[in-house]
């Protein structure tokens, strides 16, 4: 929770230089910013956002809960099936970063940076997670408890606050904890090398852990900046995070959703209103959604170069996972849950910082990377069977016992797909097909797996936005008319370069 501002006159008028900038419009903003914060206190406590998975569309499932389906959904995401890219793991993690026609099943997006992948599963950790729901058996979304906040509130940052998770705070009650790994920041950890943050998952591999970290040093550099224009200290901790909070929701609308699904569909949403994800009460998740979301894990590379010259001096290249990794302090791969001084984000891999170094992520269509079939323990919540990511995913429409792509198409009033596309199911799969892969079909039939189309598009569209929307103390709903206030290349606007720039985790402080 944010702690309630007392909002006196001459307290806003330090504030205002530096979250105005914008001449007359500065004072009413600085107001906005007290309403919002007093505005997510208020929906917190009374109940406006659900605690609860929801749904959309009421509509018969796909198929039954049979052990024919299930053994058909298995078949469908077993490691060499008609899901797994087949990657030529052999030729090890640099080869497939520089040939990558060596994997013609698995094309890079010259569209989107590698970045892209692990700033959507960063934002989909901070609105979703299901720690109960059992996978493949029905079970009723509203029964389910969603135990992050259904908003983008940087909750899995944040935690409840310095009074309720003071181990992630520093003894200001103001900065977070950041350790290092010896050469640049790392998580803090305990001594058995756990993450100590508010959800476990961002430290699932070592791009996730990075981006969390970047996260603790752009509060903290926010803090600074507001302590030298001059904010209160009992005001502080509460303005700085929503600053960093609307920087961040910023991002999502203006940089990273138009590229999963278009610009033109973004302001279509907001000037004619959400169709299909309209809550009567509160704010909630769908499982639709939660679904057709996971089209991202179709995003990953099978490896990656995690930085230049964390390596003796070389670039640290290796797989996203490598059972080779498994027990190892220092792993081969990229898993999380470790710390050497190799173990750090050269984020112009990862972001375009205009240098000539960043990489692609892969295209949205139904091939998964190979390493994806081979999950680590660690990285499945809770652990358990199947390893396959692409298994648990397709099993999770039994367990909401969700309606195939093609009615929720129907239902949308948008075109089917070709059935020739569709061709390859057993079990009545091509005319009844589960909701991912047809999401994943129709980002590779109708949008060359650059962007997602029809179905996909237009959930994921609505969601987001009727996400920010339902927040009172979003910048949409609070303040539509702020822009972004700290410093960024382009005047008006803020990306995750800049982000990351502010942060003082980019190539050029780094010296690299």
Do not use: C
Not at 253 to 282: K, V
Not at 360 to 380: E, G, M, V
Not at 500 to 508: E, G, I, M, Q, S
């Amino acid at each position: 929770m944010h702690p309630q501002h007392a909002g006196t006159a001459s307290k806003r008028v330090s504030r205002r230089s530096f979250l105005g900038g914008l001449g007359a419009g500065a004072a009413a903003m600085t107001l906005d910013l007290d309403a919002a914060i007093a505005a997510s206190e208020r929906a917190q406590a009374t109940g406006a956002l659900a605690n609860t998975f929801g749904r959309v569309f009421a509509l018969p499932p796909f198929a039954g809960a049979t052990s024919q389906v299930k053994a058909a959904l298995m078949e469908m995401g077993r490691l060499g099936g008609i899901m797994d890219a087949k990657d030529p793991l052999q030729e090890g993690p640099i080869r497939l970063i520089t040939n990558p026609e060596l994997s013609p099943g698995n094309r890079d997006n010259p569209f989107h940076t590698a970045g892209t992948t692990f700033l959507g599963q960063f934002l989909d950790h901070d609105m979703t997670f299901d720690a109960t729901s059992p996978l493949g058996v029905p079970t009723a979304p509203e029964s389910s408890p969603n135990a992050r906040t259904p908003i983008f509130d940087l909750d899995t940052v944040y935690g409840g606050g310095p009074a309720a998770g003071p181990q992630f705070y520093n003894a200001d009650r103001l900065t977070f904890k950041v350790e290092s790994g010896g050469q640049f920041e790392d998580l803090p950890r305990d001594a058995g090398r756990r993450a100590i943050i508010p959800d476990g998952r961002n430290d699932e591999n070592l791009m996730i852990s990075g981006l969390h970290a970047a996260f603790l040093l752009f509060h903290n550099r926010v803090v600074a900046r507001l302590r030298s224009e001059g904010v209160p200290t009992e005001q502080l901790f509460a303005t700085a995070r929503r600053t960093v909070t609307w920087h961040y929701q910023w991002i999502i609308l203006r940089e990273f959703l138009p590229q999963l699904i278009g610009q033109p569909l973004i302001d279509h949403i907001l000037h004619f209103g959400r169709q299909f994800y309209r809550p009567a009460g509160a704010a909630f998740i769908p499982v639709e959604f939660q679904i057709a979301y996971r089209m991202g894990h179709s995003m990953v590379r099978p490896s990656y170069r995690a930085n230049l010259a964390g390596d003796g001096g070389q670039p640290f290249f290796g797989f996203i996972f490598d059972p080779a990794g498994q027990g190892q302090s220092d792993p081969v791969d990229l898993r999380g849950g470790a710390r050497a001084r190799r173990r750090f984000i050269g984020w112009q891999t990862f972001f375009n910082f205009n240098d000539g170094q960043v990489r692609p992520n892969k295209r949205i269509d139904t091939k998964i990377s190979s390493p994806l079939f081979q999950l680590p323990q660690a990285a499945i919540p809770g652990g358990g069977q199947p390893i396959s990511l692409a298994q648990r995913n397709l099993l999770r429409h039994l367990t909401w016992s969700l309606p195939s792509g093609q009615r929720i198409a129907t239902t949308m009033g948008i075109p089917l797909i070709d059935a020739g596309e569709l061709s390859v199911f057993r079990a009545g799969f091509e005319t009844s097909t589960p909701l991912w892969y047809y999401v994943l079909k129709e980002g590779q039939a109708l949008g060359d797996g650059i962007i997602l189309a029809g179905v996909g598009a237009r959930l994921i569209g609505e969601v987001f936005v009727g996400l920010l929307q339902k927040d009172p103390g979003s910048f949409l709903s609070a303040a539509p008319s702020w822009r972004p206030t700290l410093p960024s290349r382009t005047a008006g606007t803020f990306t995750m370069v800049d982000l990351l720039t502010f942060a003082k985790v980019d190539p050029a402080s780094r010296g690299q």
